[in-house]
């Protein structure tokens, strides 16, 4: 027999700016929201009923009334609140997942002071919150961040490795280390300040990375992982992924020139690929 | 305590374009490969002891070395010898994952003859295929397509859904229907030809997507799932993944016109999330 | 004295899709139009009078209804539609440029015959056109391709070049030569048949690449856009721009095997940038 | 007859990272560098011979060469010791472009100090040049920024614009306007402080940007512009690009809700398109 397992189905990029206007100042923020129901659809799947399905232009014009009503400026409250709205006036659905990214905007620094109605797009980092509700009461809230690029141009070895008869890499006791960071974390209350801890957090992963005397990418995601959960007791776990984007020293003896480190060809593709989730245990 | 869950490392996007050069005829492949190796890493992530480790380098070494050595001329027979080989030669891994997509290219027809020596890239369709090997002896092989963009305009409607009080979707009884579908079925054996199966699966995919009288995007994807599940007995199961490309119909009343159904917008964002699991059940 | 010079406004990426209904087969086009305004707008600019500024939501609305009401269904004779009806309706214009790029999509094969209603996205190849008109009467019809992905495996060597102290490339006698081509040609008279001749530009382009025993890139271009100026007397210059994107042969003597010109890493940067306009000369 | 009109040929994305060790701190640059040869390359293009061709792999060496050897830190600097080598070297140039673009890195600030050796990628802007030089004397240098996005959510009106009978865009007084900034201002003199000005520049721009009331784009773009000219004397002329980026303001009225100015779409297509050169005129 044939049958339908796992099925999701929803709305994907809802892009959304709000323009808080408070008096002379205003905020602004970009999310961009995606919205996914689980539930018994077979009936929608296999015959073709729709009578059950929310259209997913629905979940669309409902990001933008809540975002109107709503009084919430963080990712992982607004995206409560949607969750709680879709799981409440929908009773087919067995659970329904929001996630929201927020683009860098900050105000613009004119003569050093933030302008208050302009902004500017102040990295391509990303601000990151997943939230899941279901019907039986289990929820979770993720928060992360995506697309953090940074560099270490000291404090980073590769030695020691495995070598077979195809390895040609040699050892490095100085090489740069350069990543896009994609961290997500668990928080094990929604009873927290998300937006403190998210600036914590943050800063840690940061602050780790710059510090660690790197043996390897997974040394240091490893030790950026660790002191979070050490520090922040609200976090459960912690995923980390962070490719390993090479800078290829350039072999200029072909010149008689030496290369003291200092001259690099950075290298899109391929990539090393590293990631690991760490958590408390018993 | 604080633990490591979790992890895998390896290296993405080992591109790799292989001609095969038979007298006057030249066959010629573009492949992109990532490889990951799950083990016991944890003294590598918590002490930086890389002895256990095979530099992410060395797995790109051996894409090519390995690429020169064998007869295997299909991605999943490519994916096994890989995943066979690192496992045999790294008594550390406990299961390697070895993925491969294959860009489409086709002789250049010239005068309406395939040039023995000449290629165009034909779509930007990729052919996929994911093999796990685990050191107990479990294996897998998952072939797919990705990014095959299609669109019906005729037979598909979207009637008789969910109304609530933010429900401003009209019924269509006759709308386009449009996606770039991603699939990818799991094999229950080895010993099938993965080429002649791809291809049949692959005319099955589309010839459904074609005839269906469409009431959704959910009853299309399932319908194509399950005549690949119908037809094909070597397929356990299939994950179809079909994001809804909405064209939408310009309102022209504005300007004294009528628009019968024949000028629409495309628009990339929003766009509807549509994905199952169709599988065989005792 | 500051003062305005050159300027132009309009808008991009107005996106329409057609649907000609035909009894059971439809029709299918998606376009990509820009509009460009030139003209005296520096009252515009410098004191911000929007007296002679039309919104460029206003030139989307017209490729809606435009296109609702046109029989043309060639990008050549639609842009000249509209640039004679931005140019007779807008006197405050002195030229406007509309560009239109057409996405590649067929009739599905289903069981080897072209389905009526259904499509596919059959590569990533765009046709192009731009048509320039001035109020003066000057105007002229570009058209052309782009991103069409195309690999010489034979025939093609690069050999005695210039070497300096700084030149480490061997000399290559069986190269592959690979390019994304990007080609525009301008016609001589408005009275052509724009399909039929970009089908037989296209053909004479793809066969001399195939054929051409090419010293090199630049050798290669230019005979496939002598062929085209010898074979069609309505075009009066070519514009070709063929990206090399190199694909590096893997030594593979480092592990005691060969490589006889089989396996490659395709690399996407560098490239290699190779340009040329040809045309008739008295 | 047919003949060879403007050709050119030469390295694109050639990319480089600098890193300047200086005791415990360190300086890193990513820079991606194009080189083009413009020369009589006839009998390369017509006739296949390769003597005056000096390979596109040769030029990419250079930059690597001389990035070793050079204590340029600037991209115009760097930019016309590239050009100056390339016209010295190769007799049968008659001129050369190198364009170089920057990335936006900074130390990364730990504790609220610049870490000494670790870096984060601070915007998607890039900073550019242009420096051109041909034999006979005549050289050229244009300095730029690229994609710096950037949105005003006050002062910036758009109405008493031209109607006609496709026309519904609403008049505006008070509109969100975005952009992402692409700048290139050229200097009438090489003896100027590249890093200086370029920093001065960038900043009146965005100031302009801020404190400018908007009658539309173009009427801010011309502002912006002409304070350029107006405080920077070695400053010729200057070109701005500038597509608007529409964020659309969402119709709440279907669900009984106001909209007083809070809730966008944002939407990248289509998008306005403007631009002008502005210049110092006698």
């Known amino acids: 027999m044939i049958a339908l397992a796992e099925n999701r189905y929803g709305k994907s990029r809802v892009r959304l700016v709000q323009v808080k206007r408070r008096g002379d100042r205003n ?26 399905i929310l259209p997913t232009d629905t979940m669309k014009n409902t990001v933008y ?4 009503e709503s009084s919430q400026t963080c990712l992982e409250e607004f995206g409560q609140e949607l969750a709680d709205f879709f799981l409440d006036h929908n009773p087919q659905l067995s659970s329904t997942q929001v996630s929201i990214s927020e683009k860098s905007w ?13 902004f500017v797009q102040s990295s391509s980092e990303l601000q990151t919150s997943e939230t899941s509700r279901a019907r039986d009461g289990a929820s979770s809230v993720w928060s992360g961040l995506d ?3 940074i560099m270490k141009t000291a404090g980073s070895e590769f030695a020691g490795f495995l070598k077979d008869s195809l390895t040609t890499l040699p050892e490095a006791a100085d ?5 896009a960071l994609r961290a997500r974390w668990k928080y094990s209350t929604m009873d927290v300040s998300f937006r403190t801890l998210r600036k914590s ?14 043996k390897s990418v997974q040394h240091t995601l490893y030790a950026m992982g660790e002191v979070v959960l050490q520090q922040i007791p609200e976090v459960d776990e912690i995923e980390l992924n962070m490719p390993n984007r090479h800078c ?12 003291p480190n200092e001259i690099f060809v950075p290298v899109d593709e391929p990539h090393g690929y590293i990631e690991a989730r760490i958590r408390r245990q018993d």
Chains 1, 2, 3, 4 share one sequence.
């Open 201 to 214: 957090i943050r800063q840690i992963l940061l602050g780790v990375f710059a510090e660690h005397i790197s």
């Open 175 to 179: 090489r740069l280390l350069g990543t």
């Open 147 to 149: 697309n953090l690029v």
């Open 65 to 68: 009334s809540l975002a109107r």
């Open 106 to 118: 900050e105000h613009l620094l004119v003569e050093g002071k933030p302008h208050p109605t302009t």
């Open 27 to 52: 905020d602004f923020r970009e999310w961009t929201v995606e919205i996914l129901f689980t539930g018994d659809f077979a009936s929608c799947f296999v015959e073709g009923d729709n009578r059950n």
């Open 248 to 259: 290829l020293l350039v072999d200029l003896s072909r010149f008689g020139q030496d290369n």
